[in-house]
């Protein structure tokens, strides 16, 4: 059985999360068809493997640590290649996650390395995330997340839509974080979030903005179609 990354063990086991050396290979199987797939289509700039490990999978097992600890509903917006959703979902069978990606080719990666993975908690919408808004999902997720897809003021129309009250929106930022919530903060509560909390996630520069969901999103009267 190959040897679990020992920086995923660590940060899984910061927030409680003890993974297998089952989850540990699929994590590595995931970067497999991550790569594999990269060499066909434009899903992620990192290519070396070691760079992988920790930008991709270790960076989204810090959001580990925000996630409640009983079985919930998560969507991730702007998937791309499975970044943070996928891992999630690997760390985290328990939990039904939902991934957006309106782009095809990348929807389709998705959709074949879940089933690759054998991932029964894994859906996949080819859709965007303003479409889910319309509709029966709209304040149906618990828990929202989205890694290098959007400002912050962007993400907040976008994803606290999507989750009820009392849910909370999980954003992966870096440095740039400092200039984006002062513009961001109206948005935010337009849609019914309360104080943005800056987490440092643990890894470089990298932080988790947490927005709880205190009001329901009021409906716009204009929405872009």
């Not at 050396?21 to 066909?40: F, I, K, P, T, V």
């Not at 039904?96 to 095809?104: A, F, H, Q």
Request: charged share 25%; proline share 5%.
């Amino acid at each position: 059985m190959p040897i679990v990354n020992p920086l995923w063990i660590e940060i899984a086991g910061r927030a409680g999360v003890m993974l297998s050396a089952a989850q540990g290979e699929a994590l590595a199987r995931y970067l497999d068809l991550l790569l594999a797939a990269n060499e066909r289509m434009n899903l992620t700039r990192i290519t070396d493997r070691a760079a992988a490990e920790e930008q991709h999978v270790a960076d989204a097992l810090t959001l580990l640590a925000w996630l409640p600890g009983a079985p919930h509903r998560l969507v991730d917006v702007g998937s791309g290649g499975g970044v943070p959703g996928l891992v999630l979902a690997i760390a985290r069978p328990d939990v039904e996650i939902l991934l957006v990606e309106s782009t095809n080719k990348k929807a389709q990666f998705l959709r074949e390395a879940t089933g690759g993975l054998g991932l029964k908690n894994v859906t996949i919408a080819a859709e965007r995330a303003e479409a889910l808004a319309k509709d029966e999902r709209r304040e149906g997720f618990d828990v929202c997340t989205a890694r290098a897809v959007a400002d912050l003021e962007t993400l907040a129309g976008w994803c606290l839509p999507l989750v009820r009250v009392g849910g909370k929106l999980l954003a992966m930022k870096g440095p740039r974080i400092a200039d984006e919530l002062p513009v961001a903060r109206q948005a935010i509560r337009a849609a019914g979030g309360g104080e943005a909390a800056v987490h440092p996630a643990g890894l470089g520069q990298h932080v988790v903005v947490e927005i709880r969901k205190q009001r329901t999103t009021k409906p716009r009267g204009r929405q872009r179609p």
